[in-house]
């Protein structure tokens, strides 16, 4: 699979992107993984993530750890679960236009601008802004499909202790303690009821399986492309296996 992961560049630089909105709901949080810097400011971006990481639970992943560093590779045929499709995060893309394209295309003007310059605030500026344009691959839409990814919490049922409904993203702590993905990198989950999980495990990896739906929608956390209503949401295992979470 591929890794569809912001460089830690984009990631420390845009921080500041995500957290205009106070979350829906409170989490902990928390980035042990060392950020490259080629300024001040992202320097003070990879601090801040440094002393989020060090809230979170110690077993959660670092904070911007793509979902295929947790999943395991595919072989290249889609696999069926029942009447679900597992499908990979490249595939939410149409061709050329995927963040893994956008980001190389803007990377050698950033590598070429002077650490510290204000030129480069202004290259990240269009890079977020074509990557925030990104096109969804209308091809998926109404296709029975299951994908893993990281909850981004946008309400919960705090008398029963379970997730309602979340943000489905492909890096852990998107949208919360770093930018939020494109918009074709970002799905809108609403479970059916008793098919979700528990607020506490809610930093843990999980799939996903229901209908996809090609429509973009507003939330507090982030714009979505895709949607899925009435969805099964299942924790990770790395065995293979699923464990769902009634």
């Excluded at 679900?84 to 595939?91: G, K, S």
């Excluded at 893993?148 to 997730?163: A, H, N, R, Y």
């Excluded at 890096?171 to 990198?185: S, W």
Aim: net charge negative; proline share 9%.
């Amino acid at each position: 699979m591929k890794t569809t992961i912001l460089p830690a560049l984009v990631l420390a630089s845009l921080l500041v992107a995500c957290g205009e909105e106070k979350p829906a709901v409170e989490t902990s949080t928390n980035t042990s993984t060392p950020i490259a810097t080629t300024s001040a400011e992202t320097s003070s971006a990879a601090d801040a993530l440094t002393a989020i990481q060090a809230e979170l639970p110690v077993d959660a992943p670092a904070v911007g750890t793509p979902i295929q560093d947790v999943a395991k590779a595919a072989d290249g045929t889609p696999k069926q679960d029942g009447e679900f499709t597992e499908i990979e995060w490249e595939d939410l893309e149409l061709p050329g236009q995927g963040l893994e394209q956008i980001i190389k295309k803007y990377q050698p003007q950033i590598d070429a601008i002077p650490e510290g310059d204000p030129a480069e605030d202004a290259v990240m500026e269009k890079m977020q802004s074509e990557l925030n344009a990104a096109p969804v691959n209308p091809a998926l839409n109404g296709k029975k499909v299951k994908i893993p990814g990281f909850i981004s919490p946008l309400e919960v049922d705090e008398d029963k202790g379970m997730v309602k409904e979340f943000l489905l993203v492909p890096y852990f702590g998107a949208c919360i303690h770093v930018p939020p993905p494109p918009l074709n990198q970002t799905l809108l989950i609403k479970p059916l009821e008793g098919k979700s999980i528990g607020m506490e495990r809610m930093y843990e990896p999980v799939w996903v399986s229901g209908t996809i739906i090609t429509e973009q929608v507003h939330t507090d956390l982030a714009e979505a492309g895709y949607q899925i209503k009435d969805a099964s949401v299942e924790i990770y295992q790395d065995d293979g296996s699923q464990q769902r979470q009634d």
